[in-house]
């Protein structure tokens, strides 16, 4: 018994390493990047005085002077001016003019003779009640305000959710865009991929050798790299243009490059390989002698090929074209090299809020966004693939 | 009788390799024709060409007057079953063998019909909504069987479909696959290696070696009176003495082996001074304590017996040979040492082209 235990604790100090590296890498991250989309702490750091007395106030009479004497007690406790920056960033986006009635009050409260009496003496605006409940509504420690501007929704001045109107809502425009972009990537990918992986499965010796390493060797090459030579190849005066102009199939270069196009072949190049591994793998383990069977009990080629071939296939075609799209989804040098304003896809919108703005709460939630949906269609493709019969 | 399958000086390479060459074949309608030789003989490859699986290099093929060289397979009309069933893992046994009525354009219940009598002939019923990964070995072939003879092809051809089988399986197979042929009168192109299984089920039996057939008839025929070295020692076990004809005479050939001792043998074809081989089948050979009188006798020498349940296995050695003799169950033991007589009648022992 005793000996039993010490093999399980060793197996498991074996695998620790393994378990330390998902929490570390992957969990941790993934957890810090959800909480951040609902966390909401920067006004209740902040303003801790303000939030005891606010929580009392009916969000319609006109400030008391004991929520203006908090506010000005918690303004004159602040030393730390990056988190004051962050406090008024999100104030302002809930409501804007706080930037100037915050710099102001500020200023004012700091001031060495002594604070002024109430706040209404620096600023008209705070006799007005919705910079008071803008502060109040920031003082929650969460917030559902990132997730529903990631979908474009927002919550009204009654708290309801509405959607945001037409000029602030891009974020599902952007969505659909990245998720068509990922379909056409997937179906070019598959309608090049599957014939490559029969061919490649149907080669023997050195051709079949040389078909896989054609396959295999972007992967090897860096990504950048990869899509600076399609940068290259596409440009108005490049190899593709420069080709077709020689050969007279076209009167005037094709615009390749900076607009949707380009990003379809450029990402098309780069996810081909994940389409053909998969399906090649499937295709291989299919009997050499399924289809002059099928010959045999006089099924044409065309009428073979649809009815044995390719539902083998199938499971080889959906894993390729899972991994393709899952990919695609959360492609982002890609479109921002080679595609146009028109073309950029959810995660330069992401890479925007977090190292453009600092706004990682809304990095977090489009993020969230993406991984739901990614999540979803996972397992609707897990729930096919079980139901595949003859696989007992 | 007209010949319905006719290959026709077929010759076949791949690269550099013969396989097959210059080969000429008649199969009748309603024949049972076994292609026996070992691996590499070119007896798949006739097949596969009959299949149209694989073109030959230069002969032509006809079936039934018609040359079809060119005619693709699915247009050939023949039910083909495989060593390894080729079974499509993602239909059941029921649309299995619909799918060559499917590919004919039948009426669905006509197919509902014949796909239940298919699967009834080989006792099969019970399993039509299983998938093939679901069923054993046998069962497999059983449902590739149903599925090359439901569509009524004109031939069927079969690959070594019973090698994957086990012994006593394979044995029952042979028995029902000969009851279809005689019961459905259908005419079958079977291919193996196995030679007790070629003598079970043919009409005839084509021995292939190296491209060639060496010897094609009953089955009884190349048995009894194998053609070549080859064919004696690949069908059965045969015991080979080599001597020098001495004189020919109606059929009879007297041959003087190297000890000095004379035989009286069967010769289709032999001249005097030619030096040939006698084939003699062991279980034609007797032991007796003295010379039998009209027949072969030889002054032999027991080196050894092995008991081996149906029949009890002598070596013997004389001076020109060893010789293998195997008696029946009843035969007494023969202990090592004996002195005793091989005897074996002119009809049993032929002389066979070197």
Excluded at chain 1, 220 to 243: H, M, P, Y
Aim: glycine share 8%; charged share 20%.
């Amino acid at each position: 018994m005793t000996r039993l235990r010490s093999r399980t604790a060793r197996s498991l100090l074996l695998l620790a390493p393994l378990f330390v590296f998902l929490v570390w890498f992957f969990v941790w991250p993934l957890v810090g990047m959800m909480s951040q989309s609902v966390s909401d702490s920067a006004v209740l750091n902040l303003l801790p005085r303000s939030a005891g007395i606010l929580t009392n106030w009916d969000r319609r009479s006109a400030p008391s002077a004991e929520m203006q004497q908090a506010l000005i007690a918690d303004l004159r406790a602040v030393q730390d001016t990056q988190a004051l920056g962050d406090m008024v960033r999100r104030l302002n986006s809930a409501r804007s003019g706080f930037r100037t009635l915050m710099t102001r009050t500020v200023s004012a409260v700091s001031d060495p003779a002594g604070p002024p009496a109430d706040l209404v003496s620096i600023d008209k605006r705070w006799e007005k009640p919705e910079f008071w409940i803008a502060i109040a509504d920031a003082l929650s420690p969460y917030t559902d305000r990132n997730l529903l501007a990631a979908i474009d929704f927002g919550r009204n001045a009654e708290g309801a959710i509405e959607k945001l109107p037409p000029d602030q809502s891009v974020n599902l425009v952007i969505m659909a865009r990245t998720f068509w972009i990922a379909a056409l990537v997937t179906v070019a990918c598959a309608a090049i991929g599957f014939p490559y992986a029969l061919i490649a499965a149907s080669a023997t010796g050195w051709k079949r050798d040389l078909l896989l390493g054609a396959v295999l060797l972007p992967l090897w090459t860096s990504l950048l790299v990869r899509t600076a030579a399609w940068f290259i190849l596409l440009q108005e005066k490049g190899l593709i243009n420069d080709l077709l102009l020689a050969l007279h199939v076209t009167s005037a270069p094709l615009a390749l490059i900076f607009n949707r196009t380009g990003v379809i072949i450029a990402m098309t190049h780069v996810l081909l390989p994940f389409m053909v591994l998969p399906v090649y793998s499937v295709l291989i383990t299919i009997p050499k002698n399924l289809m002059p069977a099928a010959a045999s009990l006089g099924a044409p080629p065309w009428r073979a090929f649809v009815r044995v071939l390719l539902p083998l296939s199938l499971r080889g075609i959906a894993s390729g074209s899972l991994l393709v799209f899952i990919s695609a989804i959360g492609y982002y040098i890609t479109p921002a090299l080679i595609g146009g304003p028109g073309d950029q896809m959810i995660s330069s919108i992401i890479a925007f809020y977090a190292t453009g703005t600092a706004n990682w709460g809304m990095a977090g939630a489009l993020g969230v966004v993406l991984l739901v949906a990614t999540l979803l269609l996972y397992s609707v493709y897990a729930r096919i693939s079980s139901e595949e019969p003859g696989r007992a | 009788m007209a010949e319905f399958i006719r290959f026709d000086q077929i010759t076949k390479f791949y690269g550099a390799l013969c396989v097959v060459e210059n080969l000429t074949l008649g199969i009748e309608k309603g024949e049972f024709v076994s292609l026996l030789g070992p691996s590499g003989s070119g007896k798949t490859t006739l097949l596969m060409m009959l299949a149209g699986f694989e073109a030959p290099t230069s002969g032509e093929i006809v079936v039934n007057g018609l040359a079809i060289n060119g005619v693709p397979t699915h247009k050939r009309d023949m039910g083909v079953v495989f060593q390894s069933y080729a079974l499509f893992p993602h239909m059941s046994v029921g649309e299995n063998i619909a799918f060559p009525l499917q590919m004919r354009g039948t009426a669905r219940a006509e197919i509902e019909q014949r796909v239940a009598r298919a699967l009834d002939m080989v006792q099969l019923s019970a399993l039509r909504d299983r998938w093939p990964s679901q069923l054993s070995g046998g069962q497999q072939q059983r449902v590739a069987l149903a599925r090359a003879l439901v569509f009524e092809p004109r031939v069927v051809l079969m690959d070594e479909p019973l090698g994957a089988l086990d012994k006593q399986l394979r044995e029952q197979m042979q028995l029902d696959i000969r009851d279809l042929h005689r019961r459905l009168g259908l005419t079958i192109v079977f291919v193996t290696h196995d030679q007790s299984e070629a003598l079970t089920m043919s009409d005839r039996v084509a021995v292939f070696n190296k491209g060639k057939i060496e010897q094609i008839g009953t089955p009884r025929q190349v048995y009894d009176q194998p053609a070549t070295r080859f064919v004696a020692e690949f069908i059965g076990e045969t015991n080979l003495v080599e001597g020098v004809v001495e004189r020919v005479s109606g059929g009879e050939a007297l041959v003087k082996l190297p000890s000095g001792a004379t035989l009286c043998a069967v010769a289709d074809s032999a001249v005097a001074g030619q030096t040939v081989h006698l084939s003699i089948r062991p279980e034609r050979i007797d032991l007796s304590d003295s010379r039998r009188p009209g027949g072969n006798s030889l002054e032999t020498e027991v080196t050894d017996s092995v008991y081996q349940g149906d029949h009890l296995r002598v070596q013997l050695k004389n001076p020109a040979h060893p010789l293998i003799a195997k008696l029946g169950r009843r035969s007494q033991e023969y202990p090592p040492g004996t002195k005793i007589y091989a005897s074996f009648a002119a009809d049993d022992c032929r002389v066979i082209a070197p």
